[in-house]
């Protein structure tokens, strides 16, 4: 079995890795840490894993070697501690949003400040697996992307990439994210009261998200994003133009091509149907993302649409995704769980 | 007291309708039509409504004369009724798809089908009262806005009516909407197991409410609608470009202006706060658009909110705003209630 | 115009007695007090009154006479506090815990502590006008009762009044609630992620609301308190068995009598419809507390059902209604907003 | 492989069926039959099954031998059917109400007609394992209970069979459910505007799961049921009364020692936490029914509270459960999903 030690256990993301990692079958959890709750009991953090695990969460220093650890802690926080992990594990998955860019002054404009390890921006393997599987297959460092980015990268990729688009017009997205993507810590933004039914543009600009799908795409990204009502789930709508002459049949082919073989990428753009776009509903505690698209062929306009569960593609499951990529394991393996429908 | 009639009024605008306009210091309702409940009571549909009133619903023959008539009827059934009612009563506001669209030929592109009165199409000043103020004290027919293009138009407007946006560039607006706005007929769609929590793209591109907003801001429009989980509320989120040279000021000063002495649009665009831009939420029953900005001075991109009731300034509390404007009373007369918070 | 003061004005119960009494014609809000924001805006904290006031809030020093004061502070902060309000105004109203028992035993056992006040307990006149409407005309200290109990003892009190209850085998009360029952302060049982969807029993037994319902029923009742989704609305479920003989009709006669001049009780027990029994659902933001019946001849026995906005009707509603009666104004003034439908 | 086909296929309850069986490991699914969708894509109805399988509905005249079928019919139409499924396969489980109760004369009163298979009643054996696993491991015929009947029964049941509990007093049952209990036919009640946010108590008196209770319970049961905002979900809350003398200890033990070796029971009465009791919230997907209690020793007044998903412990996972018992087969088998927090 191979050891997996979770950094950031408590937080949200990190109960979803315990919940994936617990239940997959070439894995044995051997730390789950928490400064706040040594000690304690996973399951009384994560009510969903009782009778799952009697796993203690425990501090950094107590756990020994390992083979992966997963980082799941605070933006800002990864940057200063992945070298500790870096001597203990041969493969170190971040899950903040450190690592996720290369260049260090896109980040001092994304983040506010400056990065504190920028000589491992390279080093850092895209934890998408979309667009980098066989660069992580010997990778020793993952970062996961943020989950907006996820969707939105996805979701205009396959134009992008054949060529599809015009990048002079760049791509202007629409992203709306449940409430866990602000994580487990309360405070007054996210008090049930004010937060429930809410449509709150928190990021109309610069949200960091942006300058990731911007790298992937290689075209200027515009993205707001805003708080719907849900728990989980992250939709992204993208507005973009195609080069002249493009038509339906292309795009199609495109996205069919694009994602044939992917297992975790769906092409979902019926005729008709409630969910004949991709609609985060259907997709929660599941590590799919759906990508569908709609143009207009009169005026060239195009509209790209994804979903996910922002703690699983765009999140755990995805940095599991990519340990069994990196591991040499199926690609699917504890990652199977369909959805829910109706929920 | 004016004497007004509410057609279609076992439907969700229509029983907005009721509640405004039974709380009016200035109007008697003389009669609430609706083809489906002739006879039984109109709080048995309209629950909220119990102990305001023991009105019954009426077929259309039971209606005397009356002062001002009100259709709240499905699209397409609204064009083949208007002309009886302009016989009976001095002023008609429609809140139909019907009448919104000045271009028989661009009703049909997006309605899908040959208008029924095109000869009327010019006679009907547009309902915003923000636009179309002077026109309507003398009007005798009024056609209600869509509810996601008030909110589109009124969020844009400042900056198009001062040419301080790039028209070339066009504008891309992002509506979510609440399912109020499907209407109270229940199907598959709209089955709360189905509806609950979902975020449907159900028009990526061609909703009809995309003409309203090119016709008014006499730009390109392009818009996605999204249902996402409320029961009322719209907000837009448009993306657009600023010529070349405008800044930060003149966007606010434009807005400031724009909307100093409207008694029922709001400018907010804080530095800080959870409600610091528009948002549905707390606007629920009451008759205000909220709208805001935000802009990122070194790309010149701009991205405009607006939020609002979908069934009060998107639809009933507008039509009473014109109403009262159109009798000379008070503008906020009955249209005083200012939301909830939290809700 | 009668000057009154908020104290406890940042919170939500404050914010609503703020949003009712800005729009009570009889009444001028001269100090909305706040320990945590004095010198802010009132519309900062409370973004519905946006271009309803420019108040700004204050500090308890800050205010000079006044005629009438509200105390929406923490439960125990309340008996602290109120002897030095009775000096400055003539007419207290407590929104808090703190005097709604009459017995400081029984408020040690449901409040874990010492009362701090004990000699003022008899002095105040519960708020509850459907029971205590004279005694409040000259009242000096009302004390406004929790908002379950307020469904909970409206919803039976028909019945017990006219003894048509069997007092051996107690009720039992089953209580739901949104989450704004529970404050404006952020923590961890509130976070939206957390409280989203709960079916919450937060309290199985001994909720303090039960106290205030054995009192005024004067019958032992049982009590559990659920959180469910919804941020405003109390719902109270009693089960209770007649007396031998009792049946139907005596029942709907005792309700009818009753609640037939209340202005804000209605009875809501139909055979049909979809809002046939009470549901705060359609009571958001109004002042009425609908109760309902249903009873099984064959057993005699009998569930009553009450349904309010705990702010509102269980709270700051309700406290606005005695003020009402107490100052002779009509009992409705400022009250009468009917609620939404749908929302 | 063992040969399964579920009948009414394209509802919720048929839904969860499929994703459940279609996962399993010793089961092949030969047939989904739905009368309403033959030939359609089980996918375009059970959207979270897309690229889980590519079935097509079927009609019953399709389908060859099987090994094992489920009804997942409407009520009523179950007992018109079972005949001519016993003679195709070799266990028949049935998920309607029709066989639930073993007395006709009961399933009049609480189902308003005529049995029509009286003489089968005997022969199903109760779906629940807990109380009935020997006698299933032979059944040729297996009866799932109704979701809150489920609920309702297992909370209660340790402290009846030890004779805890006064008879003589009765239980009364609160239960919550989610809208998906009502199935996937859309109508007025079940609108979303409608139905969203609502605490409809839609039963007040003599739902059909009541009596489920009683029977299983031999004892006097009252039941409630009230819609909440949710879509899947049951949690039942109970109040009963202690035989005098006994104490938390007892009935502690009680709980520990009934549900000590059960796979899907969890007790769950922590001291403090926010899903210190039972709440559906973290249950959704999963095939556990959570129980808990707490009781005031002073009166002897006992409060249970059990949480399940409907579809799944309170129908399509339980049914499953009963398969793995009645096969031999490990009894958790295809039903790991531990659910998902937050969500």
Not at 85 to 110: H, I, M, N, S
Not at 329 to 334: A, D, I, M, N, R
Request: proline share 6%; glycine share 10%.
């Amino acid at each position: 079995m191979t050891r997996v030690v979770v950094v950031g256990a408590a937080g949200y993301i990190g109960g979803e890795l315990l919940r994936l990692l617990i239940g997959h079958p070439e894995v044995e959890v051997v730390g789950a840490i928490s400064s706040r709750f040594p000690g304690k009991r996973v399951d009384g953090v994560h009510p969903n894993l009782r009778s799952a695990t009697d796993l203690l969460f425990c501090s950094a220093d107590q756990v020994d070697e390992c083979d992966v650890v997963f980082l799941a802690l605070p933006h800002r926080v990864a940057m200063t501690q992945v070298e500790q992990w870096t001597r203990r594990a041969k493969l170190v998955v971040d899950l903040a949003g450190d690592f996720r860019l290369d260049d260090a002054e896109v980040f001092r404009r994304y983040y506010g400040e400056e990065h504190q390890a920028p000589h491992l921006l390279d080093d850092f393997v895209p934890g998408l697996p979309e667009l980098h599987r066989e660069n992580m297959r010997t990778a020793e460092l993952i970062s996961v992307p943020g989950c907006m980015a996820v969707a939105g990268v996805l979701a205009l990729y396959p134009l992008v990439t054949r060529g599809l688009i015009d990048p002079e017009r760049g791509a202007q997205f629409d992203a709306r994210t449940g409430s866990s993507g602000s994580g487990a810590t309360a405070g007054p933004a996210n008090l049930h009261a004010e937060r429930s039914g809410a449509m709150r543009v928190f990021a109309p600009t610069g949200h960091r998200h942006e300058a990731e799908i911007s790298r992937h795409l290689g075209l200027p990204a515009a993205m707001t994003a805003t708080g719907v009502e849900a728990v989980r789930g992250v939709q992204t709508v993208c507005h973009a133009t195609l080069r002249p002459g493009v038509d339906t049949q292309a795009v199609r082919r495109a996205y069919r091509e694009q994602y044939a073989a992917e297992p975790f990428v769906r092409v979902v753009a019926h005729q008709r149907g409630i969910f004949r776009y991709p609609d985060p509903k259907i997709l929660l505690g599941s590590n799919y993302c759906d990508v569908g698209y709609a143009l207009d062929e009169d005026t060239g306009r195009l509209t790209t649409i994804a979903a996910l569960d922002n703690l699983v593609k765009g999140g755990a499951g995805n940095a599991v995704q990519c340990l069994n990529i990196r591991m040499g394991w199926p690609e699917t393996l504890g990652l199977t769980f369909p959805g829910l429908h109706p929920l």
